[in-house]
């Protein structure tokens, strides 16, 4: 400290305007500058300092009047916006390939922005960090910043002594040059840090306003997305109770089952005998076509929205379903637990609220909670398979209920809720996951997808189509 103020001190008694001029022409735009005595030269203190918060005076008429606009303009937007979703469902009515289609058409577009969603909070998460860490930076080296600016300045404003006025004057300024080579390589690569932080941090800066922009856009479309949804799954389950109402005796029948089996694999077993609802929607899965009984996998099936049966055997079906839920996985098939033990499913950490679709073609045989589950959603694919959801906040379709590969079937909650298996995936201590935020290990919506043939847990990872795969694994 003694060796630089005492460099300070020398350098403030010579005159050099070329270095401030570049320091200062380096200076980022927008940073405040801070308070005397170094003002004109603090461009480092201002990122590094709060900004001074002025209390704003009242809103003007016009001003008023421009909310009011504003505010007008959102509901006659959100009354178009209803009248839309109104004229789609009334074009779907008794058309079921149609409403399939709407179904299909806006989860897969909902799950795009989710995934678009993550990337971005990704970022941002990851430029915030690089904002905080340039302005601790800046604000560690505060001192020596402010004394390098201010002699750089000083430099600048004081030119040298005329060396023919005096002798000793040629003395003082042979002196000063000397104490110049000592000092300017200092003072340039001081400059020279000082510029390129504060370079990166308006670079940080702008590229968060641009994400946060991208982020309130991505918002926006999910929220229309998910309303879209809302309505036109509340469409399908009408027509679904209309078609196949569940007598209040099955439904009771069907609670006792879940409430006294012992396992998964006993409550499917049970269900698919002894519940009516679960019963017939095992017996339809029977009557699917067998894989040696059909041809080969066509894709062209799969486009097909007015399906009653899968499109192909769940056998052929590899390398062909959609992950059900845009996240990020956690723990894969196998992976070892945080007891030891082999996990039997994926989990994949989402969204508060993410839509969760069917990863199949298949026939609902449970959909409720049961025992440390939660809500769990189980679908007979056909020829033995079964897959296991669980980890939903609501689940949106009913027992015996058909659904297609990527339609929607649950809802995402706000916490986690999920099998011990997926619980055991969280981080420990709540790190993120890719740019989704976690409060606690617990607190991160976690869905818990599981394969069975026979009774026994698979790997699902063959099963998944590539551009899916390649997300899961990270």
């Not at 839920?325 to 994926?346: H, I, Q, S, T």
Request: charged share 20%.
């Amino acid at each position: 400290m003694m060796r630089r103020s005492g460099l300070l001190l020398c350098a403030c008694a010579i005159g050099l305007a070329g270095p401030v001029t570049t320091a200062r022409g380096q200076d980022a735009p927008g940073v405040p500058p801070a308070p005397a005595p170094f003002a004109p030269a603090s461009g480092a203190q201002g990122a590094a300092r709060p900004p001074l918060r002025v209390p704003l005076p009242p809103a003007s008429p016009v001003r008023r009047g421009l909310d009011t606009d504003a505010l007008k303009a959102d509901v006659r937007g959100s009354a178009e916006f209803q009248k839309r979703i109104a004229a789609e469902l009334d074009a779907a009515k008794g058309d079921r390939a149609k409403l399939n289609t709407l179904l299909l058409e806006t989860a897969d577009r909902s799950r795009a922005v989710e995934l678009q969603l993550i990337d971005v909070e990704g970022r941002i998460g990851a430029l915030d960090q690089s904002a905080a860490q340039l302005s601790a930076s800046l604000a560690k080296r505060r001192d020596v910043l402010a004394e390098v600016l201010a002699a750089l300045l000083r430099m600048g404003r004081n030119p040298p002594p005329a060396l023919l006025m005096r002798p000793d004057d040629a003395l003082d300024a042979v002196r000063s040059a000397i104490l110049l080579g000592a000092l300017l390589p200092e003072l340039r690569v001081e400059a020279e840090t000082l510029a390129a932080d504060l370079s990166d941090l308006v670079r940080v800066r702008g590229e968060l306003t641009a994400a946060r922009e991208s982020l309130g856009q991505l918002r926006t479309a999910l929220d229309q997305d998910k309303k879209r949804l809302a309505a036109l799954v509340g469409e399908r389950q009408r027509r679904q109770a209309e078609a196949h109402p569940l007598p209040q005796g099955e439904k009771a029948q069907v609670d006792s089952v879940a409430k006294t089996s012992t396992d998964v694999h006993d409550l499917v077993t049970r269900m698919e005998s002894e519940a009516p609802p679960a019963a017939r929607a095992a017996d339809a899965a029977r009557a699917a076509p067998s894989p040696s009984a059909a041809a080969k996998s066509d894709l062209a099936a799969l486009q097909n929205p007015a399906r009653i049966a899968p499109a192909v055997p769940f056998i052929e079906a590899k390398g062909l379903l959609p992950l059900p839920v845009a996240g990020v996985r956690v723990r894969d098939f196998g992976a070892p637990d945080d007891v030891g033990a082999a996990a039997k499913g994926l989990s994949i950490a989402t969204r508060a609220g993410a839509q969760v679709t069917a990863p199949a073609d298949g026939w609902v045989v449970y959909a409720g909670p049961f025992r440390s589950y939660g809500q769990l959603l189980i679908i007979n694919a056909g020829d033995g398979y079964h897959i296991l959801m669980a980890g939903m906040e609501k689940i949106t379709v009913d027992l015996g209920q058909f659904v297609l590969a990527g339609e929607p079937v649950g809802i995402m909650g706000g916490l986690a809720r999920m099998s011990p298996a997926a619980a055991g995936a969280a981080p420990v201590g709540g790190a993120p996951i890719g740019g989704l935020p976690l409060g606690t290990a617990s607190g991160q919506p976690q869905l818990y997808v599981e394969f069975r043939k026979d009774g026994n847990s698979i790997d699902p990872a063959p099963w998944w189509a590539a551009t899916d795969s390649r997300k899961v694994r990270g």
